[in-house]
C-alpha cells in the first residue's frame, strides 16, 4: 500500500502542474449505487490468519468532480456491506474438529465507510461520453460484525464482538459519463480500494488482528453539471 500511495502522490502533483486549461471546467455531481466484491485474502474462506470470510454486497457512492478537458479533481463518500460466509465459516469448523458435535455460526455484515480524495485524468470527449480514470487517497472506517460459533458438545467455541478500525485507504477506478443533455447524465463506475484496519480480539496475541480489505466496486447511477449555461 506504501507503494501504491507513493505513486498516486506523483500522479498527483503531475496533474496539478498541468491544470489550466483552455477551457471551462465542470463542475459535476453524481449518485450510483451498485456492489462491492471482496477479492484476495478479504474473501479467503478457509481458515488462515489473514482470511476474511467475506461475500459480494451493497454499493453507495456520492461524489464530487471538478474538471476540464484532461484534467481535474474528485472527491467521493463510499459505503460497502459485505455478508459474512457463514457457510464457509461453519465448513472450516467441522473440518477442524473433525465432525465432533454440531457447528452453528452466527454473524453479521462487514462495513465500509471511505473518505476520498484526488485527480482525474479524462479523455477527450466523444459523442457525449467521457471517460475518466480516478485516483484517490483518504481515511476508511471499517467494522467487523458481531460474530459467535457455538458447538453443540463444547458450547461457545469462538466469539468476537462487533467493533471497528480505522485507517489510510487508497482508490483507483475508470469512470464513463454519457451526458443526456447539458445537465444532467448517466454514469457507470467501476473501482478498486484497499485498506488495512485492526480490529479487537481479545482471544488474539495482542488482543487485536489486522485485516486487509480488497474490494472492487461496480457502479451505475446519475451525474449532474452543476455549471451549464442556463446556471
Given at each position: ?198 480490529f479487537t480480539d481479545n482471544t488474539a496475541p495482542d488482543s487485536y488482528f489486522d485485516l486487509p480489505v480488497y474490494c472492487a466496486g461496480i457502479n451505475v447511477g446519475f451525474v449532474m453539471n452543476l455549471r451549464t449555461p442556463s446556471l
Open positions: 500500500m506504501k507503494k501504491l500511495t507513493l505513486v498516486l502522490m506523483v500522479l498527483f502533483m503531475a496533474a496539478a502542474t498541468a491544470l489550466p486549461q483552455k477551457r471551462v471546467w465542470k463542475s459535476v455531481f453524481g449518485a450510483s449505487a451498485g456492489v462491492s466484491i471482496p477479492y484476495k485474502e478479504f474473501a479467503y474462506n478457509t481458515f488462515r490468519y489473514d482470511a476474511g470470510f467475506a461475500c459480494p454486497g451493497p454499493n453507495l457512492e456520492a461524489e464530487y468532480l471538478f474538471y476540464g478537458k484532461f484534467f481535474g479533481l474528485s472527491a467521493t463518500i463510499g459505503y460497502s456491506s459485505f455478508f459474512f460466509n457463514e457457510k464457509a465459516y461453519r465448513n472450516e469448523y467441522d473440518r477442524t474438529l473433525g465432525g465432533y458435535g454440531i457447528n452453528e455460526v452466527s454473524a453479521g455484515n462487514y462495513q465500509l465507510l471511505r473518505f476520498l480524495a484526488g485527480f482525474t485524468l479524462k479523455l477527450p470527449e466523444i459523442k457525449h461520453t467521457e471517460v475518466m480514470f480516478l485516483f484517490h487517497l483518504g481515511f476508511a472506517r471499517s467494522v467487523h460484525p458481531d460474530l459467535q460459533v457455538t458447538n453443540s458438545e463444547l458450547g461457545v467455541i469462538n466469539s468476537i464482538e462487533k467493533n471497528n478500525g480505522g485507517g489510510p485507504v487508497a482508490n483507483a477506478g475508470i469512470k464513463i459519463n454519457y451526458w443526456l443533455n447539458e445537465r444532467y447524465g448517466i454514469s457507470l463506475n467501476g473501482s478498486l480500494s484497499t485498506t488495512t484496519p485492526s
